[in-house]
């Protein structure tokens, strides 16, 4: 499997010889980020994660496309994509372009008690990467690759220490990053890296958009 990161909290996974899936193509990643999937995976509704226009766009491109997804995303797009639009919660699973894909998470991080929390999912995939979406969710079983969201109004980096410790991942991927600037992402990389507190053993990745790893 190959992983390509996109802009903030977009990935895209790609099997040899297979099929193409890309997670949370939002308002902060490429405007393209989700042309060329053979499926997709929405985590939540809020803008960084889910651009309704760029979603459609990219379900346009490939007419064989289908989306995965929350109520609340999924009520938007599905009377125009019919038959191609199916709505998770927790617990669910499925196959999406190839991969194996199970749910879990019921709502996002706490932003502050004042706000709402809404739904958010996360995606396990291939039973090996996982992508949380915005909220520190535990996949409950080991996973080989976490996406760290690192830096969020609704997180801070002790939480996101405690996190990958908790989960235990053989290697953690930064994603959830465009509001860190140049100058302060250094300092997340000494701090989840063997120069700090430490994250048991996990190898800490840092990947520019467009950047692919094999897993």
């Given at each position: 499997?190959?992983?390509?990161?996109?802009?903030?909290?977009?990935?895209?996974?790609?099997k040899?010889?297979?099929?193409?899936?890309?997670?949370?193509?939002?308002?902060?990643?490429?405007?393209?980020?989700?042309?060329?999937?053979?499926?997709?995976?929405?985590?939540?509704e809020?803008?960084?994660?889910?651009?309704?226009?760029?979603?459609?766009?990219?379900?346009?491109?490939?007419?064989?496309?289908?989306?995965?997804?929350?109520?609340?995303?999924?009520?938007?797009?599905?009377?125009?994509?019919?038959?191609r639009?199916?709505?998770?919660?927790?617990?669910?699973?499925?196959?999406?372009?190839?991969?194996?894909?199970?749910?879990?998470?019921?709502?996002?991080?706490?932003?502050?008690?004042?706000?709402?929390?809404?739904?958010?999912?996360?995606?396990?995939?291939?039973?090996?990467?996982?992508?949380?979406?915005?909220?520190?969710?535990?996949?409950?079983?080991?996973v080989?690759?976490?996406m760290?969201?690192?830096?969020?109004?609704?997180?801070?980096?002790?939480?996101?220490?405690d996190?990958?410790?908790?989960?235990?991942?053989?290697?953690a991927?930064?994603?959830?990053?465009?509001?860190?600037?140049?100058?302060?992402?250094?300092?997340?990389?000494?701090?989840?890296?063997?120069?700090?507190?430490?994250?048991?053993?996990?190898?800490?990745?840092?990947?520019?958009?467009?950047?692919?790893?094999?897993?």
């Amino acid at each position: 499997m190959k992983l390509t990161k996109h802009s903030h909290a977009c990935v895209r996974l790609q099997k040899d010889g297979g099929g193409t899936l890309v997670i949370d193509p939002g308002a902060f990643s490429e405007e393209d980020a989700g042309v060329g999937a053979d499926a997709i995976l929405i985590t939540h509704e809020h803008p960084d994660h889910f651009a309704e226009d760029r979603l459609r766009r990219a379900l346009d491109a490939n007419p064989a496309a289908e989306l995965w997804t929350l109520r609340s995303v999924a009520e938007k797009v599905s009377a125009a994509f019919p038959g191609r639009v199916h709505t998770v919660g927790e617990g669910d699973t499925f196959t999406a372009a190839g991969f194996d894909v199970q749910v879990h998470g019921q709502l996002h991080a706490v932003i502050h008690p004042d706000i709402p929390r809404i739904t958010n999912v996360g995606y396990l995939v291939d039973g090996s990467v996982f992508h949380p979406g915005d909220a520190l969710t535990l996949p409950g079983q080991p996973v080989d690759t976490l996406m760290v969201p690192v830096m969020a109004p609704w997180s801070k980096v002790s939480e996101v220490i405690d996190y990958i410790r908790e989960v235990g991942p053989r290697r953690a991927i930064d994603i959830h990053d465009a509001l860190l600037t140049d100058l302060a992402r250094p300092v997340y990389d000494r701090m989840l890296g063997p120069d700090g507190p430490g994250v048991a053993g996990a190898a800490h990745e840092r990947l520019a958009a467009g950047d692919s790893v094999r897993l």
